[in-house]
């Protein structure tokens, strides 16, 4: 069993997912982090020059790949929901939990950051309000949802921990 953490961006995904691997004592891997890895490049360079459907199949190869894995606590990407075939395959090889945040509280988190290729526009706050009610529906899908808006990384890691079947 693996557990995937899916969600927006600067939901935590990645903060949680290393407190919750390390509280666990299981393998942590961040998707995107795997990608730039691989490509040996960064992400915003991806989109940039190849595009968002070349960083889509990257994403998916990456998820084959780490999800024949077995005890690993995964961060993914803000879309990979977005292919119906990546959250089959997430939920057949462990559960999938979706953290989210309120707009204010993502853009609060992102703002600084320069590498979210997504929030490159004049408006973010618009930007992030679109995507979250286009992704609503496929966030919806996963087994369980935590709001990390008002908690701390260690908090959001104990939840999970309680989510988990038979608590492993």
């Given at each position: ?9 600067g939901t935590g ?58 005890k690993f606590v ?95």
């Amino acid at each position: 069993m693996n557990i995937y953490l899916v969600g927006f961006m600067g939901t935590g995904k990645s903060s949680v997912g290393r407190q919750l691997a390390k509280q666990k004592k299981w393998n942590f891997v961040d998707l995107d982090e795997l990608i730039e890895l691989k490509e040996q490049r960064r992400i915003v360079d991806i989109f940039a020059k190849e595009g968002e459907v070349y960083f889509r199949k990257l994403e998916k190869k990456m998820l084959k790949q780490v999800s024949i894995q077995d005890k690993f606590v995964v961060a993914c990407g803000g879309g990979i929901v977005l292919d119906p075939e990546n959250i089959k395959q997430m939920k057949k090889t462990g559960i999938l939990i979706c953290l989210r945040a309120t707009c204010q509280e993502i853009l609060k988190r992102v703002s600084s950051s320069t590498h979210r290729p997504i929030l490159n526009v004049a408006k973010p706050r618009e930007r992030i309000e679109l995507l979250l009610k286009m992704r609503a529906p496929y966030y919806m899908q996963a087994d369980k949802t935590i709001d990390t808006s008002r908690l701390s990384i260690k908090q959001v890691a104990a939840k999970i921990t309680k989510l988990l079947p038979g608590k492993k």
